[in-house]
């Protein structure tokens, strides 16, 4: 190549890489209206990143945690790897990652509809339990045959959430609809049917999802103040009919042996000190009977300390301050309702299992949200998550916009 023609093609070639350059700040830019870029600017990147935080505390978690189970649960004729369980719980994340991220693109009309199609499957399965369900150590909560066992009140609890939200909406266009009679009968249905597995624990949940839902509705103090009662009165009628209820009050209240489970989740949880133990070093973890579930939470006290359990309590309190921070100026009351009951549901589980390793709370048999193992678990908390994820999507300077002009019916504009 002669040098002519060598400095006639340099222009070309600056052209071509500029093209170039302008075409990957382009791709997710602002200025990118593809659906993936929208997606990508309404999303809020905050509250997706203390969500998968959680996520990979739980690998770390169920790591730790997994070689108890896999000894209480190997045979003379099978035993389970060491981390068997961290295993199985990366397959669960391989799946429920993606879930959470295609459920997060729905735009929110689609997401409402999406939630309460899967409520009413979800309640249909439910209706289904008592019939054809499984029983594992006492208790039919499973539905399904071999990989494909499913407990339908975990995966009913975020669509239930998002489905009496939107009930109760409709009493903003017409007040005299009887919505919220309707969400008392539809709540006692599935408490009811939670109570027949047995499952105290979710049935406290759905309770809890339609209080705060009925607080935030506008409700009356003086009905909120029946409701409360009527509530008390539950947990009293549970405690004096309920023996299983009884029995774990009375370990709470008065004190169990020492095979207590939640006497021996709290030693557990402050053997390790602040710093605990170290990675696979805990010893007081081989007496926890579900140290992988219910108890996790004591096992990340005693090999990574009491600061490293301040740290994820902190972590949960941020991602719902997170979420309410994002409705401050939120004017569709569909949406509150449903953030609300999604978060009432996610804050209120997380609570109570670490209440409960805590010793201030009796045993609930409650996973803590994206840290415990299980599959049922993680996928509905993930398609909770992408709800969560879907509904705080926002424009944050659409509002804003000096372009963005209001009319009234006289032609004028408000601003």
């Known amino acids: 190549m002669t040098e002519n023609a060598s400095n006639s093609a340099m222009p070309e070639l600056a052209a071509g890489l500029q093209k170039k350059r302008f075409q990957l700040q382009s791709r997710l830019g602002r200025s990118d209206r593809s659906p993936l870029s929208v997606w990508f600017w309404e999303l809020d990147r905050v509250l997706l990143a203390l969500i998968v935080s959680l996520i990979a505390i739980g690998l770390i978690a169920v790591a730790a945690a997994s070689p108890v189970s896999a000894l209480k649960h190997s045979t003379d004729k099978v035993t389970l790897d060491p981390l068997y369980y961290f295993y199985r719980q990366l397959g669960w994340v ?41 029983s594992v150590n006492g208790a039919q909560r499973w539905i399904g045959y071999g990989f494909a066992t499913i407990q339908p009140g975990e995966f009913l609890k975020p669509f239930y959430a998002v489905s009496v939200g939107w009930l109760l909406s409709l009493r903003v266009k017409d007040p005299s609809l009887p919505v919220v009679s309707l969400s008392f009968v539809l709540t006692g249905v599935v408490a009811l049917l939670l109570m027949m597995q047995p499952n105290l624990g979710q049935t406290i949940i759905f309770c809890g999802i339609w209080f705060v839902l009925m607080m935030i509705s506008g409700l009356s103090a003086r009905i909120i103040g029946g409701i409360s009662i009527l509530g008390v009165g539950g947990i009293v009628a549970a405690y004096f009919l309920y023996p299983v209820a009884t029995q774990r009050i009375n370990s709470w209240l008065f004190g169990g042996d020492e095979f207590d489970q939640v006497m021996l989740a709290h030693k557990t949880l402050v053997s390790g000190g602040l710093l605990g133990t170290g990675p696979g070093l805990g010893t007081a973890k081989f007496k926890l009977p579900e140290a992988h579930t219910d108890y996790i939470f004591s096992v990340i006290g005693e090999e990574f300390g009491l600061l490293a359990c301040m740290a994820i309590a902190l972590v949960y309190f941020a991602i719902i301050v997170r979420v309410f921070l994002r409705l401050l100026d939120e004017e569709d009351n569909f949406i509150i309702l449903a953030v609300a009951g999604l978060t009432a549901q996610f804050g209120g589980q997380a609570l109570i299992n670490m209440a409960v390793n805590l010793q201030l709370f009796p045993s609930k048999g409650m996973t803590l949200p994206f840290i415990s193992y299980g599959g049922s678990s993680f996928l509905a908390l993930s398609f909770g998550a992408g709800l969560l994820l879907a509904f705080t999507r926002r424009n944050p300077y659409l509002d804003r916009s000096l372009y963005v002009r209001e009319w009234t019916t006289t032609g004028q504009t408000n601003r």
């Open 94 to 134: 391989a799946v429920g990652i993606p879930i959470m991220l295609v459920v997060s693109m729905l735009p929110k009309e689609q997401a409402r509809r999406f939630a309460i199609l899967a409520a009413i499957g979800a309640f249909g399965l439910l209706f289904l339990v008592p019939i054809m369900g499984n």
